[in-house]
């Protein structure tokens, strides 16, 4: 049993087998054979080693052909290294001797090779690290290729125990078969989280180096609302998270009087709270949660779960069907926002030094001008079946907002009115508040944007200048960071001085003690997981807006993150003690 902590991103818990997938696709086990089993083991190796014997030959007399002896050559160094007698010896005696598997073997020795080379200061040496890689890929692909099983195939649940997971992998996870997920890499604002959530899929992220421990098959317990995973575990173990599993489910099923509850506060200051969704069908879950709208509709998964891009009518009937399901709620949808981490190769190029910092959100949809258009002309198509609004993501300057609300938005306009479509001329057109620039010239964008929606998780990536899916530098990534506090009390004031709405859809609108923080800055209404609104409105009707307001402010005299969170929750104990008794 081997216990290890991760970043709780998507909440609840989970007991099953694991699937692992690690980063080039393989299992990696450590794995050991019985003694009597261990000639049938060198078996496999030797048949393995000549199979990819014979693949580099093939592969070295057609680039000779192709691209001639210089590059051929690159081939014939691993051929050598291949056949190295001290090389394969070391794994002949570890499968022998110690009876490892041939794939542990492998790793291990070309682990240890590897290293060395790495250490030496010749960089033509060093290169030949490179090749051991390439060889050991090879050997374990020829090993494990047969019988490695896919996501695609699963039939049985599992939980999904991965190096790291793209957002599109995510957006395509088969929830009827995927019990959690918990990842080596990616931190608290990453998309894979933010998915996962949407999903409702339990899930860890960046637990740091784990998966050459667990082998496929392995009993995992997935924790993640405290971030913990039990590898391998004892019966006490299990049956003691059985226990926790059965609590949280009338838990959760307690939450559920609040569905047809207002969010008003003890004092009685009523605050929306609105929905985040990535799927359309998720417009359901909100509304039988009863959130008051759609604060954030995230438009990218509609392309990212797919390889070519949806059509003009694709757009409109997903947009259709959340314009309707919302009945006359107010539905704000977000033009596409690639980049970053939520990535397709056809959106994005692998040139790029610093995505983050490069063609995404609207700089992107400015490029991808009939892209852009195509999408708007489908929201405006839409807009009369509800109360759509339309937003764009990562404004930084003034301009950017204009050329996307007065040229792209306006060109979409008059193509329909040549097609004699009908639209709402009066859709409102706003923007997100996630890049320090636009938080400074807030005052400046007021004049041409009728909303703004607050987008932590870019704001404090941005502000704090750490990447929000980077689990190294997870300790920075505080939404209730004073520097990033003062962001948002400057965008609310700002806001409500030239009396344009204000919301916040980023993660932090989710959190416990956040939002009491978040109602004190002024924050009227707020977006989040529709999962999560339940705990949020809950939150609303324990607290009072005085009690909010004084939180507020004594946080931003604070300089420390640590000391912020402190108070809050201190203050939160002693004025809301309720919240933390969790409903019998
Ligand atoms: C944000 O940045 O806070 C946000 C809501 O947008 P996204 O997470 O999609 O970047
Ligand atoms: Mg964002």
């Given at each position: 049993m081997k216990t290890l902590f991760g970043i709780p991103v998507s909440p609840g818990i989970a007991i099953g087998k694991a699937f692992v997938q690690a980063a080039e696709g393989f299992r990696i086990p450590e794995q050991t054979i019985s003694a009597g089993a261990y000639k049938a083991e060198l078996q496999r190796f030797h048949h393995a080693v000549a199979e990819a014997k014979d693949e580099i030959i093939v592969n070295r007399e057609s680039t000779k052909t192709a691209l001639g002896q210089t590059f051929a050559d690159i081939f014939e160094v691993q051929l050598q290294l291949l056949i190295e007698p001290k090389l394969l010896g070391e794994m002949e005696e570890l499968i022998r001797s110690c009876y490892f598997s041939a794939e542990h073997a492998i790793t291990v020795v070309m682990q240890k090779h590897m290293d060395t080379f790495r250490q030496i200061e010749n960089s033509y040496i060093a290169e030949k690290s490179n090749d051991l890689r390439d060889i050991e890929k090879r050997l374990l692909r020829l090993l494990l290729g047969a019988k490695r099983e896919t996501l695609g195939q699963l039939s049985s649940p599992v939980i999904l125990a991965a190096t790291n997971l793209t957002p599109s992998e995510t957006a395509n996870l088969d929830k009827r078969f995927i019990q959690a997920v918990v990842t080596e890499f990616g931190g608290a604002g990453g998309h894979t989280a933010i998915l996962a959530a949407a999903l409702e899929i339990p899930c860890i992220v960046g637990a740091g180096e784990f998966l050459n421990a667990v082998d496929g098959g392995d009993t995992l317990i997935v924790d993640a609302n405290t971030g913990c995973i039990v590898v391998r575990p004892n019966e006490e173990t299990v049956e003691k998270y059985k226990q926790i599993k059965g609590a949280e489910s009338s838990r959760i099923i307690d939450l559920d009087v609040y569905r047809n509850l207002p969010a008003v506060t003890r004092d009685g200051t009523p605050i929306s709270i609105c929905a985040n969704i990535e799927f359309p069908y998720e417009a359901d879950s909100a509304m039988q949660r009863g959130a008051d709208g759609i604060g954030l509709f995230r438009t990218e998964f509609l392309y990212l779960t797919r390889s070519d891009d949806p059509s003009e009518e694709e757009h409109f009937a997903a947009y259709k069907h959340v314009a309707e399901t919302m009945q006359g709620k107010p539905v704000i949808i977000r033009t596409f926002d690639f980049g970053d981490d939520k990535t397709a190769d056809r959106f994005t190029s692998a040139a790029e030094r610093n995505p983050a910092l490069g063609m995404r959100g609207v700089r992107l949809a400015l490029k991808r001008w009939s892209l852009f258009r195509c999408q708007l002309r489908a929201i405006l198509r839409a807009s009369i079946f509800g109360d759509l609004r339309i937003m764009f993501p990562?404004?930084?300057?003034?301009?950017?907002?204009?050329?996307?609300?007065?040229?792209?938005?306006?060109?979409?306009?008059?193509?329909?009115?040549?097609?004699?479509?009908?639209?709402?001329?009066?859709?409102?057109?706003?923007?997100?508040?996630?890049?320090?620039?636009?938080?400074?010239?807030?005052?400046?964008?007021?004049?041409?944007?009728?909303?703004?929606?607050?987008?932590?998780?870019?704001?404090?990536?941005?502000?704090?200048?750490?990447?929000?899916?980077?689990?190294?530098?997870?300790?920075?990534?505080?939404?209730?960071?004073?520097?990033?506090?003062?962001?948002?009390?400057?965008?609310?004031?700002?806001?409500?001085?030239?009396?344009?709405?204000?919301?916040?859809?980023?993660?932090?609108?989710?959190?416990?003690?956040?939002?009491?923080?978040?109602?004190?800055?002024?924050?009227?209404?707020?977006?989040?997981?529709?999962?999560?609104?339940?705990?949020?409105?809950?939150?609303?009707?324990?607290?009072?807006?005085?009690?909010?307001?004084?939180?507020?402010?004594?946080?931003?005299?604070?300089?420390?993150?640590?000391?912020?969170?402190?108070?809050?929750?201190?203050?939160?104990?002693?004025?809301?003690?309720?919240?933390?008794?969790?409903?019998?």
């Amino acid at each position: 049993m081997k216990t290890l902590f991760g970043i709780p991103v998507s909440p609840g818990i989970a007991i099953g087998k694991a699937f692992v997938q690690a980063a080039e696709g393989f299992r990696i086990p450590e794995q050991t054979i019985s003694a009597g089993a261990y000639k049938a083991e060198l078996q496999r190796f030797h048949h393995a080693v000549a199979e990819a014997k014979d693949e580099i030959i093939v592969n070295r007399e057609s680039t000779k052909t192709a691209l001639g002896q210089t590059f051929a050559d690159i081939f014939e160094v691993q051929l050598q290294l291949l056949i190295e007698p001290k090389l394969l010896g070391e794994m002949e005696e570890l499968i022998r001797s110690c009876y490892f598997s041939a794939e542990h073997a492998i790793t291990v020795v070309m682990q240890k090779h590897m290293d060395t080379f790495r250490q030496i200061e010749n960089s033509y040496i060093a290169e030949k690290s490179n090749d051991l890689r390439d060889i050991e890929k090879r050997l374990l692909r020829l090993l494990l290729g047969a019988k490695r099983e896919t996501l695609g195939q699963l039939s049985s649940p599992v939980i999904l125990a991965a190096t790291n997971l793209t957002p599109s992998e995510t957006a395509n996870l088969d929830k009827r078969f995927i019990q959690a997920v918990v990842t080596e890499f990616g931190g608290a604002g990453g998309h894979t989280a933010i998915l996962a959530a949407a999903l409702e899929i339990p899930c860890i992220v960046g637990a740091g180096e784990f998966l050459n421990a667990v082998d496929g098959g392995d009993t995992l317990i997935v924790d993640a609302n405290t971030g913990c995973i039990v590898v391998r575990p004892n019966e006490e173990t299990v049956e003691k998270y059985k226990q926790i599993k059965g609590a949280e489910s009338s838990r959760i099923i307690d939450l559920d009087v609040y569905r047809n509850l207002p969010a008003v506060t003890r004092d009685g200051t009523p605050i929306s709270i609105c929905a985040n969704i990535e799927f359309p069908y998720e417009a359901d879950s909100a509304m039988q949660r009863g959130a008051d709208g759609i604060g954030l509709f995230r438009t990218e998964f509609l392309y990212l779960t797919r390889s070519d891009d949806p059509s003009e009518e694709e757009h409109f009937a997903a947009y259709k069907h959340v314009a309707e399901t919302m009945q006359g709620k107010p539905v704000i949808i977000r033009t596409f926002d690639f980049g970053d981490d939520k990535t397709a190769d056809r959106f994005t190029s692998a040139a790029e030094r610093n995505p983050a910092l490069g063609m995404r959100g609207v700089r992107l949809a400015l490029k991808r001008w009939s892209l852009f258009r195509c999408q708007l002309r489908a929201i405006l198509r839409a807009s009369i079946f509800g109360d759509l609004r339309i937003m764009f993501p990562l404004i930084s300057t003034v301009k950017e907002f204009r050329q996307a609300k007065r040229t792209a938005l306006a060109e979409a306009m008059d193509e329909l009115r040549e097609r004699n479509v009908a639209f709402n001329e009066k859709i409102p057109v706003g923007m997100m508040v996630e890049v320090p620039s636009a938080v400074v010239m807030i005052d400046k964008f007021a004049k041409d944007a009728d909303f703004f929606s607050i987008g932590t998780n870019d704001l404090t990536q941005y502000t704090m200048a750490v990447d929000r899916g980077n689990s190294n530098v997870n300790h920075l990534f505080h939404p209730d960071d004073p520097a990033v506090l003062r962001m948002i009390r400057r965008t609310v004031l700002v806001s409500k001085h030239f009396k344009r709405p204000v919301s916040l859809c980023g993660q932090m609108g989710a959190s416990l003690y956040n939002v009491v923080t978040l109602l004190g800055l002024g924050l009227r209404t707020i977006s989040c997981a529709p999962h999560n609104m339940m705990q949020i409105k809950r939150i609303c009707r324990e607290v009072s807006m005085d009690e909010c307001q004084a939180i507020a402010r004594q946080t931003l005299r604070m300089s420390n993150v640590k000391d912020i969170q402190d108070y809050v929750k201190n203050s939160l104990l002693k004025n809301a003690p309720a919240l933390f008794i969790q409903p019998e």
